[in-house]
């Protein structure tokens, strides 16, 4: 059975960072484009971030030189690393994977087969 589990998120001030990641259990990371999706209350599910089974990268405008994504093969994990957080970056994230990688654009939701339980980023003072 596939499995993705996030960890990592929290509460946090303007201006920190935080550390998500993204375990999986019953694949191979490494053979999937894995993606980070967030979706803040009242708002609908934005795509932020993908990477490709060789290590390229894909941003959405709103997170693009703040957050780095990446990949830990050997230990079957994806790495969200957010800095400078800001109060709109509250969201719940979602770790999702799947078989299709753009340079051009974060690829649709619907595009991505596999999910995670996500978790809770707030950022406030």
């Known amino acids: 059975q596939l499995q993705l589990v996030e960890s990592g998120g929290g509460l946090v001030q303007p201006g920190g960072s935080l550390r998500l990641s993204c375990a999986a259990s019953?694949?191979?990371?490494?053979?999937?484009?894995i993606g980070w999706f967030r979706q803040a209350p009242g708002k609908e599910r934005e795509g932020i971030s993908c990477?490709?089974?060789?290590?390229?990268?894909n941003y959405a405008d709103s997170v693009k030189g703040r957050f780095t994504i990446s990949r830990d093969d050997a230990k079957n994990t994806v790495y969200l690393q957010m800095n400078t957080l800001k109060p709109e970056d509250t969201a719940v994230y979602y770790c999702?994977?799947?078989?299709?990688?753009?340079?051009?654009?974060?690829?649709?939701?619907?595009?991505?087969?596999?999910w995670g339980q996500g978790t809770q980023v707030t950022v406030s003072s």
């Open positions: 990477i490709s089974t060789i290590g390229r990268t």
């Open positions: 019953g694949f191979t990371l490494e053979n999937y484009v």
């Open positions: 999702v994977a799947g078989h299709y990688y753009s340079d051009y654009e974060i690829p649709p939701e619907g595009v991505f087969g596999s």
